[in-house]
């Protein structure tokens, strides 16, 4: 189940908001399609993000995968624990899993995002 309280890209990142601070990692459905995560490339704090740009990739035993950013904005902190251990994104994607903190340029830019009834809607039928 998606958290509710998160916006979705189809691209199957999440964001969620604290403050004025949005975190961004990948959904549980996107860490199944992966498989067993095996290495995350993050940006370094005080680069700049692009709304539906990639910010960085993961690799798994499956693919590899680009990471696109939900919002625009400045990179405030990378999860150096999932770099260390990425198997973390696929035991816990929307908690400890998590990539990049972020803070946005422009925050409606989470009107254009999914919501979790809409993002559950969007993968089910993949």
């Known amino acids: 189940m998606n958290p509710e309280d998160y916006k979705y890209t189809q691209e199957h ?9 949005a975190v961004v990692g990948i959904t ?3 860490q199944q399609q992966l498989g067993d995560v095996v290495y995350v490339e993050l940006p370094e704090p ?3 993000v ?12 499956k693919t590899a995968s680009d990471l696109y950013s939900p919002l625009t904005g400045e990179v ?13 994104v696929n035991s816990d994607p929307y908690q400890e899993g998590w990539m990049i903190k972020v ?15 809409q993002y559950a809607e969007y993968i089910k039928d993949m």
């Open 13 to 21: 990142e999440w964001v969620r908001v604290e403050g004025d601070v």
């Open 103 to 117: 803070r946005p340029s422009d925050v409606s830019q989470l009107d254009s995002l999914m919501t979790s009834e």
């Open 76 to 88: 405030l902190e990378a999860n150096e624990n999932v770099n260390s251990d990425p198997a973390l």
């Open 46 to 48: 005080g680069a700049g």
């Open 28 to 30: 549980d459905f996107a």
């Open 50 to 61: 692009e709304q539906n740009q990639p910010f960085g990739s993961i690799d798994s035993v």
